[in-house]
């Protein structure tokens, strides 16, 4: 007979917090959600935003967390065991596991850059270049052959150091360590941005609703962003929920996770453009404005040094505790499926995944060929998981949940066996079961038709 190890859990509710906050809160959260929201009417993003958050992604993460604690399994082993035998669910689970493994690959990619921009700081690389200067130094090291590989060797390595040891003494000891770090860097760097001259401006372009930009393509971008800021749609948060002991409230730690993470997404718009503004820069998207237009504007500043140092290890922080829940995904995966030690299935995991991002990074050279469905693999990656994976994997799972796991099941998860969120059980279980599956089904069909 095989012999049941006792499965790993987290130890502590701040432990559970703070390991799925650090799952959601990651690169999405401070440069990609500032600029979507500045690309898509300020204040309006962000109110369609936060209903979004409410309405579907709230509900969706309780989802995840049930399915995981009921079945005490990984993502694959979780649908398997809660289908109770039916073919063909434990298909979600694995594709989760794929995802979480396609989205590591290009999320290695720009954690490698996040290193390489501290490295930058540290040694007082920005001081005195102009803008033009620091965009041509960040296409040079794009470039370079091997140095971005091995920032993201570097990356997979810490992320890798920490997941060998396991939930209660890697995960979460360490998420509980970064996470006050990041909040403590975050609050710096907010009210250092505030105090500076025409920060307002900044504020307003955030903040101030401009109703007549919601149409159909700001719902799409909206809900594409929560899931990914909220690490939906492919089993981490399945993972995590099976770490969750029985005790917990399923209900307030996903409030928690899911406040804080869209909490994090404003801070960070906080920071960007009052920053930007007050130096009369026109907030662009993506990766230029965190990692050549930031840097520009903090070296100007009075303890510029001090500030783009540390805006560069809040970069890592977040990109880190994000890969851990990946990385988490395919692990456990790897381990109770089949069979292998935590050891081994870290290693595979992480050779794998640095193969993988090696073509990642070299689709970005100016000179490559690299690319799948007309994109270059690293936009490829990033596109078929976030617009494909993501969707279809959270799609099928609030289905999984509303009509195949049993409804006794869900209420047992949802209420700890009837002690807790009485009240709340009904109206959850309605959007699990109607609204969530063809709000996400109508919105991604239209994402296509777009
Ligand atoms: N939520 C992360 C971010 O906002 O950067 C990205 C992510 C992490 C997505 C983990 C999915 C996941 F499972």
């Known amino acids: 007979m095989a012999e049941k190890k006792k499965r790993d859990h987290f130890g502590s509710k701040i432990g559970i917090i703070a390991a799925a906050v650090g799952s959601a809160v990651g690169l999405g959260n401070i440069y990609r959600f500032p600029c979507m929201a500045g690309e898509n009417g300020g204040g309006a993003f962000l109110i369609v935003y936060i209903g979004i958050v409410l309405a579907l992604g709230l509900p969706m993460m309780v989802s995840e967390f049930v399915i995981g604690r009921r079945s005490q399994r990984n993502p694959v082993g979780a649908f398997k065991t809660l289908a109770s035998g039916a073919k063909g669910w434990p298909l979600i689970g694995y594709m989760g596991v794929l995802c979480g493994f396609l989205i590591l690959t290009f999320y290695t990619t720009v954690a490698g850059w996040t290193i390489e921009s ?9 001081q005195g270049k102009n803008l033009a200067e620091i965009e041509q130094g960040f296409n040079d090291s794009i470039n370079m052959t091997f140095r971005p590989l091995l920032w993201q060797a ?6 890798a150091f ?7 003494k890697g995960i979460e000891k360490y ?6 770090t990041l909040t403590v860097i975050l609050i710096i760097l907010c009210v250092k941005s505030l105090m500076l001259p025409g920060a307002f401006e900044g504020m307003k372009f955030l903040f101030k609703p401009d109703f007549s930009k919601i149409d159909g393509h700001v719902l799409i971008s909206a809900l594409g962003q929560v899931f990914f800021s909220m690490s939906l749609g492919m089993g981490a948060l399945i993972t995590y929920g099976s770490y969750i002991s029985k005790k917990d409230n399923l209900v307030t730690t996903s409030l928690m996770v899911g406040l804080s993470d869209t909490f994090v997404a404003i801070l960070a718009g906080i920071i960007i453009f009052p920053a930007a503004f007050s130096f009369g820069i026109r907030p662009e998207a993506g990766p230029s404005l965190a990692f050549n237009t930031l840097p ?4 100007q500043m009075k303890g510029g040094y001090f500030f783009c140092l540390i805006f560069f290890i809040l970069l890592v922080i977040a990109a880190w505790t994000s890969a851990l829940s990946l990385f988490e995904v395919i692990v456990s ?9 935590r050891r081994k299935a870290t290693i595979y995991s992480s050779v794998g995944a640095f193969i993988i991002s090696i073509l990642a990074a070299m689709s970005l050279h100016n000179d490559s060929s690299l690319t799948i469905f007309g994109f270059t693999v690293f ?4 596109k078929i998981t976030s ?4 969707t279809l994997g959270g799609l099928f799972t609030v289905i999984f949940l509303g009509w195949k796991v049993k409804k006794q099941d869900f209420e047992d998860e949802f209420t700890n066996g009837g002690i807790v969120n009485m009240r709340l059980k009904k109206i959850f279980y309605f959007i699990i079961k109607y609204l969530a599956p063809v709000a996400i089904a109508v919105i991604m069909v239209s994402q296509f038709i777009i």
């Open 379 to 382: 936009d490829g990656l990033d």
């Open 118 to 126: 501290v490295y930058k700081s540290i040694i007082n690389y920005y």
């Open 387 to 390: 617009m494909v994976l993501m």
């Open 333 to 341: 995966y790897l381990t109770e499926e089949l069979k292998l030690s």
């Open 175 to 180: 998420s509980k360590i970064l996470m006050p």
């Open 162 to 168: 920490v997941i060998v040891k396991g939930i209660e």
């Open 154 to 159: 570097v990356f997979i390595f810490i992320s």
């Open 296 to 299: 520009l504007i903090f070296n």
